[in-house]
Nanobody, 121 residues
């Protein structure tokens, strides 16, 4: 079963924090690298952060580096995105994604439905 379910989005003031969670089915989590992407209105989807299956390797886009942190709990089949010092330009629908294999580099085959994050100024 392929399943990725995001949660934790919402409305927050600039400078605030949110933590997104993505609960995955075993098929889409075990042995897979995980990533977060986002899409703002009128813009293309962009990469935010990714983490290898082991959790040893992470990568964050320059636009979020130092403010966002991706992590995973393999026992819970869940990946997280801690977002601090949020800015209005972080407003977007955030998507969780999974790809087969250890490495976070490459095409992501499985996608969640997304969760809305809105940052007010």
């Amino acid at each position: 079963q392929v399943r990725l379910v995001e949660s934790g989005g919402g409305l927050v003031q600039a400078g605030g924090s949110l933590r997104l969670s993505c609960a995955a089915s075993r098929r889409t989590f075990s042995g897979n690298a995980m990533g977060w992407f986002r899409q703002a209105p009128g813009k293309e989807r962009e990469f935010v952060a990714a983490i290898s299956w082991s959790g040893d390797n992470t990568f964050h886009a320059d636009s979020v580096k130092g403010r966002f942190t991706i992590s995973r709990d393999n026992a819970k089949s869940t990946v997280y995105l801690q977002m601090n010092r949020l800015k209005p330009e972080d407003t977007a629908v955030y998507y969780c994604a999974s790809r087969d294999g250890e490495s976070w580099r490459g095409i992501y085959e499985y996608w969640g439905q997304g969760t809305q994050v809105t940052v007010s100024s």
